[in-house]
Nanobody, 122 residues
Framework: QVQLVESGGGLVQAGGSLRLSCAAS????????MGWFRQAQGKGRELAAL????????YYADSVKGRFTISRDNVKNTVYLQMNSLKPEDTAVYYC???????????????WGQGTQVTVSS
């Protein structure tokens, strides 16, 4: 069992930066792929960034590539999402996820955080 707690969301102007953190409990954190999903109001949840257990394989959605960076610290049981050059269309609730996998044509996850709101003003 893994519990995930996100922090770092908030309100920022377009062009600004935010860093999200996700603290995980459980001794198996280092064995899981970790991801950040986001869900804008009225839209479905989408995978923004993904990192494998060792941090050697990364995936980014085209919409965030070159602006967002995902990383992890397996000693601190924490995964991060550095978001730069933020745009109003990045406004969403951001969810940390553990044990992310591609199943039945979509990315999904076994464990989810409660979500943190990111709002980018124009």
């Amino acid at each position: 069992q893994v519990q995930l707690v996100e922090s770092g969301g908030g309100l920022v102007q377009a062009g600004g930066s935010l860093r999200l953190s996700c603290a995980a409990s459980g001794r198996t954190f280092s064995s899981y792929s970790m991801g950040w999903f986001r869900q804008a109001q009225g839209k479905g949840r989408e995978l923004a960034a993904l990192i494998n257990w060792s941090g050697t394989n990364l995936y980014y959605a085209d919409s965030v590539k070159g602006r967002f960076t995902i990383s992890r610290d397996n000693v601190k049981n924490t995964v991060y999402l550095q978001m730069n050059s933020l745009k109003p269309e990045d406004t969403a609730v951001y969810y940390c996820a553990a044990d992310v996998a591609y199943r039945s044509g979509t990315y999904t996850s076994t464990y989810w955080g409660q979500g943190t709101q990111v709002t980018v003003s124009s």
